[in-house]
């Protein structure tokens, strides 16, 4: 059996991609790695993504979810604000710039509905 079809792999395969994170042979672990261990004895690793692409993954999940960015209405462009606020977006270099750009709106826009959120 291969490491990635070993149960716990298996078990956590889903997490695994919803980071955007890959399953590694334990024998070919660089240091950031996370080493998996199934009764004691190590079995599958996990290379985390660099932050680089978090901001792409984040925005890759949204259109997922709601289609394409630029083509949403007013509502839904609010929600998708919300969801990568809520995920840490904007703490990312540029990344209402990014977001904006995603979205087809001005990064003015994106921070009217980052501060429509946070009025009572």
């Known amino acids: 059996m291969s490491p990635a079809e070993h149960p ?18 334990v024998d070919r672990t660089e240091p950031d790695d996370v080493t998996l261990e199934w009764e004691g004895e190590p079995v599958v690793a996990v290379r985390l993504p660099g932050l680089g692409t978090a901001l792409d993954r984040l925005l890759g999940d949204a259109e997922r979810t709601y289609g394409p960015l630029a083509d949403l209405d007013r509502e839904d462009k609010q929600r998708v604000v919300r969801t990568l606020e809520q995920r840490g977006a904007f703490t990312i270099r540029h990344g209402v710039e990014t977001v904006a750009a995603a979205l087809g709106v001005s990064r003015f826009t994106v921070y009217n509905y980052l501060n429509r959120e946070s009025r009572p």
Do not use: D, E, Q, S
């Open 8 to 25: 716990l792999a298996a078990a956590i395969k889903p997490l695994v991609a919803a980071m955007g994170a890959t399953f590694v042979p």
